[in-house]
């Protein structure tokens, strides 16, 4: 029995749970708000480049570590003719889109982000609009994208002046289509159904692409569970992933709850695993990759402070929800990003949402300045230090009491290995409003050697501002060696997320 100051985290090198998947550090850019007008795109400022992409983002881009960006929504996509932002940029229409109520002026599309993703390394991730067009619309945009030449939509990318074939691999099938927000939204059969024709027609275009189907939009959707099966049932054997979308805030000053956020995010995951295995055996599924997780959307989100989209004033690429965060916020995303390495054998691929001024870690001004969110320093540390494998961590912490999730563990940990440098990266939450002193067992690594630790807690909080998120940071904090150089003590401040680093002997 552990004291509530105090907790074990124990690692085993041989006990793990397959690799970390790189496209886990993902994120999406969706025409909302300024995540592509004056974020990623704006011609005139003075870091633009030749193709008006600002550097000072892409400069930050690179430093958050990401490894994928979906494209073009989020709710946008089931209102956009991805034909509208093709050829010359004078000929593009101006169109009202209904799901923001702003004016889409269509200056950057499907060639622009390709051009912008590859150049920044970063792999694409394409959602189709299955809400108000259907399965050819989806089948001509896999072969604008696809296709080396020689067909009517390759040609026309070819006259736009990408020769060669984009080569997109991941492929969404249409956003959210169980909110009854969304434009087409739809019953999960008829969903299923559209998604199992255009995900045909799609892979006839290109038989290699992946193929994502949307589950859930949240785990208290009153259709969660009964959407996904019946989704599965229809589209089962002609996807790869189901998707899930979780955003995460603090109700009414209830700490405790929002910090134990990445409890709830494991029982979504779990939740959802057990529906995809469910029906596969119900279904006798002789598939030789089980479908996987694609958990597309994720974040910390005010969402309750905001109208619904109808009660917002038209308007040009104006703001849209842009989030000012606070430390508290960044102890959460990286109790969600244990979350996901926790769940790394089936959750494949993640999506911070979004990457730049809506709901992101980075902050532009229109013609101006650009800073860091507090949420931008747990990304980039885990997407950086999580390498190999994910071990699975032994945790006997005290349980704390939370009104909307239960009881929780008050120490959170995950971390990876990776068997060809010998390096090793854990990560723990501590959710107790006391400090928690951690007796981190790595018994079974050799010659370790902890290089670093460095924390963010609550308490650096502050006022939600710019000024207090520019100038934070993740601080260093001491371990001790223990145990004859077997285990290490490490005690975290209330409120803290924290990232230790280690070095020890590889298997090469
Ligand atoms: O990321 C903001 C919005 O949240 C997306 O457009 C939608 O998919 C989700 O509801």
Same mark, same amino acid.
């Given at each position: ?27 999406f ?216 979308h979780a955003y ?8 405790? *709850? ?10 979504? &995951? @779990? $939740?959802?695993? /057990?529906?995809? %295995? =469910? !029906? ?15 958990f597309d959307e994720w974040n ?8 619904? *989209? ?10 849209? &929800? @842009? $989030?000012?965060? /606070?430390?508290? %916020? =960044? !102890? ?19 999506c911070?949402a ?155």
């Amino acid at each position: 029995m552990t004291e509530p100051g105090a907790a074990v985290v124990a690692l085993d090198r041989e006990h793990h749970r397959g690799a970390v998947d790189h496209r886990l550090f993902g994120s999406f850019v969706e025409h909302m708000g300024r995540c592509v007008y004056t974020g990623i795109y704006e011609p005139t400022h003075p870091s633009a480049d030749a193709e008006g992409f600002r550097g000072d983002v892409s400069a930050l881009v690179r430093e958050l570590g990401v490894t994928l960006v979906r494209y073009p929504g989020g709710n946008f996509v089931s209102g956009y003719d991805w034909r509208d932002g093709i050829g010359p940029r004078e000929q593009r229409p101006r169109r009202l889109d209904l799901a923001w109520r702003s004016i889409e002026t269509n200056q950057v599309g499907t060639d622009e982000f390709m051009s912008w993703a590859r150049a920044r390394g970063v792999e694409p991730m394409l959602a189709v609009n299955l809400g108000t067009a259907g399965v050819l619309d989806a089948a001509a945009l896999v072969e604008y994208c696809n296709v080396p030449e020689g067909t009517e939509w390759s040609e026309r990318r070819r006259r736009n002046g990408a020769l060669k074939p984009h080569e997109v691999k991941l492929w969404c099938l249409g956003n959210e289509m169980d909110g009854p927000w969304q434009t087409g939204h739809t019953t999960a059969q008829r969903y299923g159904a559209l998604a199992s024709e255009a995900a045909k027609a799609m892979r006839l275009v290109d038989p290699d692409i992946e193929l994502v189907a949307c589950g859930s939009s949240s785990h208290d959707m009153p259709t969660f569970g009964y959407w996904e099966s019946a989704v599965l049932e229809a589209a089962g054997e002609h996807i790869d992933y189901i998707s899930m979308h979780a955003y995460y805030e603090e109700h009414d000053g209830d700490r405790a *709850s929002f910090l134990a956020s990445g409890a709830s995010m494991d029982s979504f &995951i @779990e $939740d959802v695993t /057990a529906t995809i %295995d =469910a !029906v596969a055996a119900r279904r006798r599924s002789k598939r030789r990759r089980k479908i996987n997780i694609s958990f597309d959307e994720w974040n910390v989100w005010y969402q309750s402070r905001y109208p619904g *989209s109808e009660a917002m004033a038209i308007d040009i690429a104006g703001p849209r &929800i @842009e $989030d000012q965060y /606070a430390a508290l %916020d =960044a !102890v959460v995303v990286g109790d969600l990003l244990s979350s996901l390495l926790n769940h790394s054998d089936r959750v494949k691929i993640a999506c911070l949402a979004q990457l730049v001024n809506v709901i992101a870690p980075i902050m532009t001004e229109p013609g101006g300045a650009i800073w860091r969110q507090p949420t931008f320093h747990p990304f980039a540390a885990v997407a950086s230090a999580a390498r190999g494998h994910s071990l699975v961590t032994r945790v006997s912490a005290t349980e704390l009491a939370t009104r909307r999730y239960g009881d929780v563990p008050a120490v959170a940990a995950s971390a990876t290995h990776d068997p060809t440098t010998g390096d090793v990266a854990v990560f723990l939450t501590n959710r107790a409003p006391h400090p928690v002193t951690v007796d981190l067992k790595h018994s079974g690594f050799e010659r370790w050697m902890t290089l670093s630790a460095l924390h963010i807690a609550a308490d650096d909080r502050g006022p939600r501002d710019r000024a207090t998120a520019a100038d934070l940071r993740l601080t260093p904090l001491s371990v001790s060696a223990a145990e004859e150089g077997r285990s290490g003590c490490i005690t975290l401040p209330p409120h803290s997320w924290t990232v230790v680093q280690a070095a020890t002997a590889s298997t090469h």
